[in-house]
C-alpha cells in the first residue's frame, strides 16, 4: 500500500498588527509540519490585508474592530450573470422549465462564523 500524504487546505489565521504576523506564520507552519506532519505549499502561503482575501467565494472586511465577512463581488457578480442566463426569455424555454432549472441553482445560505 502506498504512503499517505496529507496537505494542510484553507485556513486562514487573522492577527492584529503586521508585525506578529510574520511570527505567527512562521509558528504555525512550523506546527502544521512538525506536529500534524502536514505539508505547508509556501509558494501559495501569503501574508495580507483582511480587504483583499477572497475565500470560498467570501470577501472579509473590518467594521467596528470586529472582522466580518461578505459575498465577494466577484461571486456575486457570476451568480447574476448565471441567473441572468437562466431567465432570458429568448431561450424558447416554458415558465416550468425555467423554474427546475432556477431551483437547481438556488443558492444555500451561509451558516454563522462565529468568532
Not at 23 to 42: D, P, Q, S, W, Y
Not at 44 to 65: E, P, Q
Not at 87 to 98: A, I, P
Request: glycine share 6%; net charge positive; charged share 30%.
Amino acid at each position: 500500500m502506498p504512503p499517505v500524504r496529507e496537505v494542510a487546505d484553507n485556513a486562514l489565521i487573522f492577527c492584529k498588527s503586521r508585525k506578529s504576523t510574520g511570527r505567527t506564520l512562521a509558528n504555525i507552519i512550523l506546527f502544521i509540519e512538525g506536529e500534524l506532519f502536514l505539508k505547508v505549499n509556501r509558494a501559495k502561503t501569503t501574508v495580507t490585508h483582511v480587504s483583499r482575501i477572497k475565500y470560498l467565494g467570501y470577501a472579509f472586511y473590518r467594521s467596528r474592530g470586529k472582522c466580518r465577512f461578505r459575498v465577494h463581488p466577484k461571486s456575486a457578480k457570476k451568480m447574476k450573470g448565471r441567473i441572468r442566463e437562466i431567465t432570458q426569455k429568448n431561450k424558447g424555454w416554458s415558465n416550468d422549465y425555467r423554474r427546475q432549472k432556477l431551483a437547481k441553482y438556488e443558492v444555500p445560505k451561509p451558516k454563522s462564523i462565529k468568532a
